[in-house]
């Protein structure tokens, strides 16, 4: 499958903090990004999407930015908190098969 | 219900027996997923069904593995003569594809225990 990467492995914040967590994707084709939050025992949870034609997109205390020179994806969360302690992780596919490879993952760490 | 939903939520099994893992997606998604989560890594994918075309089983690790989806809804993921490394837990998402094309939405997984 393609090869989807992210930068660290394991972040962790003070509360209160803005969170940045990094993914190099690898196919220059891949058109969909999604950001996904896990907690212990759950499913992955949509965060927020971007497509290709956009560089960035907000949404509430999230941000995602696109970079497809680089093909970077940066996931920007505004005044973590605890509850925003989980792994995240980053998508890519294609908006018209939707078909996802998905990274191994960053764990976020909130310290209060 | 209004979600993603996966039976069993855990399983456990002995080592050489089989397994069957059930999938009821998003009333209405065209496409369904199935992924597997080992400990404390990312989503490998399994398996893509999209509405009626033929499966992408690209992502079946070896033949002990297979699944099968009845039109859009239930799917069933079959694992024969279990081994260890088969433990993980398998994640199940269905997604709208098209115009309106949605992000994938997961059911909370199957926690497999092959002893």
């Known amino acids: 499958g393609e090869s989807v990467g992210l930068h660290l492995p394991t972040l962790s914040v003070q509360e209160g903090d803005n969170s940045i967590i990094n993914c190099a994707y690898s196919n220059s084709a891949s058109d969909y990004f999604i950001w996904y939050k896990q907690e212990s025992g759950k499913g992955p949870q949509f965060i927020i999407d971007?497509?290709?034609?956009?560089d960035k997109r907000q949404g509430q205390r999230v941000t995602v930015l696109l970079n497809k020179t680089v093909k970077h994806l940066s996931l920007q969360i505004a005044a973590t908190q605890p509850g925003d302690s989980a792994v995240y992780f980053c998508a890519e596919g294609d908006y018209n098969f939707n078909k996802f490879y998905f990274g191994s993952g960053t764990k976020l760490n909130v310290k209060p | 219900g209004a979600g993603v939903s996966q039976s069993p939520s855990n399983k456990v099994t002995e080592k050489g027996k089989d397994v069957e893992l059930r999938c009821d997606p998003i009333?209405?998604?065209?496409?369904l997923y199935w992924y597997r989560q080992r400990l404390g890594q990312g989503l490998e994918f399994l398996i893509y069904f999209q509405g009626n075309s033929a499966p992408d089983k690209s992502g079946l690790p070896s033949d002990r593995f297979s699944a099968e989806r009845t039109g859009e809804s239930v799917s069933t993921l079959t694992i024969q003569r279990t081994q260890q490394e088969d433990s993980a837990v398998y994640l199940c998402?269905?997604?709208?594809?098209?115009?309106?094309?949605?992000?994938?939405?997961f059911g909370n997984g199957t926690r497999l225990t092959v002893t």
């Open positions: 009333s209405g998604h065209t496409a």
């Open positions: 971007i497509r290709s034609n956009m």
């Open positions: 998402a269905s997604s709208l594809v098209g115009q309106n094309s949605s992000p994938l939405h």
